[in-house]
């Protein structure tokens, strides 16, 4: 139905800057909020950012002020720029997008993961 493929990921060492991308296809009739997930390894996921079909977007704490969510609605694509990286960063980042389908079903669908690794 909802594919959504994340890249961006990689290395970078603390400081450094990434920026990652999620782009959705297939049947879609609108997206409403997307977001960015994380799960660090041996850790819980925790929700990263989250961007409505506007322009409001809302952070968790342990972000506000390094990353910035936007989207670009043509391209239904999500983004994640990510400044002033730390080590506690690293983890395994997921996308999400609440999507309203051409069916008019609506459904939140993930993305499989990109890797980030924050390490000197």
């Known amino acids: 139905q909802v594919q959504l493929v994340e890249s961006g990921g990689g290395l970078v060492q603390p400081g450094g800057s990434l920026r990652l991308s999620c782009a959705a296809s297939?049947?879609?009739?609108?997206?409403?909020?997307m977001a960015w997930y994380r799960r660090a390894p041996g850790k819980e996921r925790e929700w990263v950012a989250t961007?409505?079909?506007?322009?409001?977007?809302n952070y968790a704490d342990s972000v506000k002020g390094r990353f910035t969510i936007s989207r670009d609605n043509a391209k239904n694509t999500v983004y994640l720029q990510m400044n002033s990286l730390e080590p506690e960063d690293t983890a395994v980042y997921y996308c999400?997008?609440?999507?309203?389908?051409?069916?008019?079903?609506?459904?939140?669908?993930w993305g499989q993961g990109t890797q980030v690794t924050v390490s000197s």
């Open positions: 999400t997008a609440d999507v309203t389908t051409t069916g008019r079903a609506r459904s939140t669908f």
């Open positions: 297939g049947s879609i009739f609108s997206i409403n909020s």
């Open positions: 961007i409505d079909s506007g322009v409001m977007t």
